[in-house]
């Protein structure tokens, strides 16, 4: 097995980072879909109810996954040259600021919050008796239409991941998800 990335495609470290972040990202999206579709009842509610705890689990596995990528960034599969290659550059670079920025956003009101954040139990932020406003209203205003972007962006990623795939047959997805 191929641990490390190489030129000519991602290894195992990147490709778990990633397929691990798709599927809890599109959890997220599955129980803020059912939620805005039928509003709040029991069925949704578990939906609703692992929202913060997995929003944790991915906050810290993207932070793994940025510093994993910036440290593999000479040995990774690069882009090509031309305009198409600076969009793919500048789209991925879109979804990693999205991926950090959302759960960030909505850690920060945790923490300004009077409730406090226990995920799974383990108190992260205590109770607090005050509100800090400034931090609770920035994702007040931006966690769930950043969210909803992140998912645009998403579809359009999987979107030109059929194009290669199917028009320009360059093995784009091969290097994230096949054996050779
Ligand atoms: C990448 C991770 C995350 C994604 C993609 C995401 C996405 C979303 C989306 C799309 C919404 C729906 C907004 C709407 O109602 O229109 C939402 C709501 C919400 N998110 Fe997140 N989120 C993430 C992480 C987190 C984290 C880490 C927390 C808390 C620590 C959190 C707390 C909330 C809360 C409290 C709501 C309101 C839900 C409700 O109405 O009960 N999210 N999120």
């Given at each position: 097995?191929?641990?490390f990335?190489?030129s000519d495609?991602?290894?195992?470290v990147s490709?778990g980072?990633?397929w691990?972040?798709?599927?809890l990202?599109?959890?997220?999206?599955?129980g803020?879909?059912?939620k805005?579709i039928?509003?709040?009842?029991d069925?949704v509610?578990f939906f609703?109810?692992?929202h913060?705890?997995?929003?944790?689990?991915?906050?810290w596995?993207?932070?793994?996954?940025?510093?994993?990528?910036?440290?593999?960034r000479?040995?990774?599969?690069?882009?090509g040259t031309?305009?198409?290659?600076?969009?793919?550059?500048?789209?991925h670079?879109?979804?990693?600021?999205?991926?950090?920025?959302i759960?960030?956003?909505?850690l920060?009101?945790?923490w300004?919050?009077?409730r406090?954040?226990a995920p799974?139990?383990?108190?992260?932020?205590?109770?607090?008796?005050v509100?800090?406003?400034?931090?609770?209203?920035?994702?007040?205003l931006?966690?769930?239409e950043l969210?909803?972007?992140?998912?645009?962006?998403?579809?359009?990623?999987?979107?030109?991941?059929?194009?290669?795939?199917?028009?320009?047959?360059?093995?784009?997805l091969?290097k994230?998800a096949?054996r050779?």
């Amino acid at each position: 097995m191929q641990i490390f990335d190489s030129s000519d495609r991602y290894g195992a470290v990147s490709r778990g980072l990633h397929w691990a972040v798709a599927v809890l990202i599109l959890w997220q999206f599955l129980g803020m879909g059912l939620k805005l579709i039928f509003g709040r009842n029991d069925f949704v509610g578990f939906f609703v109810g692992t929202h913060q705890p997995v929003g944790f689990v991915i906050f810290w596995l993207v932070v793994f996954r940025v510093l994993w990528a910036l440290a593999s960034r000479k040995r990774r599969p690069d882009h090509g040259t031309g305009m198409l290659a600076k969009a793919a550059a500048a789209g991925h670079g879109l979804l990693y600021a999205l991926m950090i920025a959302i759960p960030t956003l909505a850690l920060l009101r945790a923490w300004g919050g009077t409730r406090g954040f226990a995920p799974f139990g383990f108190e992260v932020f205590a109770p607090r008796e005050v509100e800090i406003a400034w931090a609770t209203s920035l994702a007040g205003l931006l966690h769930g239409e950043l969210g909803w972007v992140l998912a645009v962006l998403i579809v359009g990623h999987i979107a030109m991941v059929a194009v290669h795939e199917r028009f320009w047959r360059d093995g784009t997805l091969r290097k994230m998800a096949g054996r050779r």
